[in-house]
């Protein structure tokens, strides 16, 4: 099947489901101190590239789970000047808002399935065609940058808005969650760049 083809079978969606559940189990099954380190050295090879260097707005997250561990990465990003927006679900558009975050000990707070999301009490919105560098989180990717997310799209009709052609999106994974091809429909959003502990892709 062509990489852009539409196609609504339930195939897809059954391998979606099956690639999620697979790269999940993988994931789990790390030992934390593996995904610290791993997640340490991958962060700071993302903070050394061009792109992210050169960034002014940085789009990141608050990782959950056994998902890379993105705390030092929102650190640094504010200690080095950057603007840093963190997303919250909106549980009525279905969609991702964006806020700009000041203060991490202060602006974020346990939002919907207990992920830490920033208060719009004491946060400001934000607009993703503001963004320079987005790091994108998902469940599994393949070498030709493919993503796969958790399955609401979310990230997909975030993405969908930005400024095309100037908006990096790399992904940190771990080598566990690349995969030999994940399907991609029409509305799904490759990344840039997948980087993980042992390499990056594309090489
Ligand atoms: N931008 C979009 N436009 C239309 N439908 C979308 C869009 N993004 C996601 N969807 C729908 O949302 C559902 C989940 O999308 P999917 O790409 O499988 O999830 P994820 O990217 O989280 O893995 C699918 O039924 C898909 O058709
Ligand atoms: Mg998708």
Not at 125 to 154: H, W
Request: hydrophobic share 35%; glycine share 8%.
């Amino acid at each position: 099947m062509a990489r852009d083809s539409e196609d609504h079978s339930a195939s897809t969606e059954e391998i979606k489901a099956s690639l999620r559940e697979k790269v999940l189990k993988r994931r789990d099954a790390m030992p934390p101190e593996t995904q610290n380190t791993f997640s340490r050295a991958i962060l700071r090879d993302i903070i050394g590239l061009e792109p992210y260097k050169n960034s002014g707005v940085v789009l990141a997250y608050a990782g959950f789970g056994s998902e890379l561990r993105t705390d030092e990465f929102l650190h640094r990003t504010l200690d080095l000047g950057k603007r840093l927006l963190l997303p919250r679900v909106n549980r009525e558009t279905k969609s991702l808002d964006l806020y700009e975050v000041k203060d991490l000990a202060r602006d974020l707070k346990a939002g919907t399935w207990g992920i830490s999301e920033p208060d719009p009490g004491r946060c400001d919105p934000a607009d993703i065609q503001t963004v320079d560098f987005v790091l994108v989180p998902g469940v599994a990717f393949d070498s030709r940058c493919g993503r796969l997310g958790y399955g609401a799209g979310f990230y997909d009709g975030l993405l969908a808005n930005r400024r095309v052609s100037q908006t990096w999106l790399v992904a940190g994974a771990f080598e566990v969650q690349v995969v030999e091809s994940v399907p991609m429909r029409k509305h799904d959003v490759p990344v840039d760049l997948v980087m993980t502990q042992e390499r990056h892709y594309p090489s």
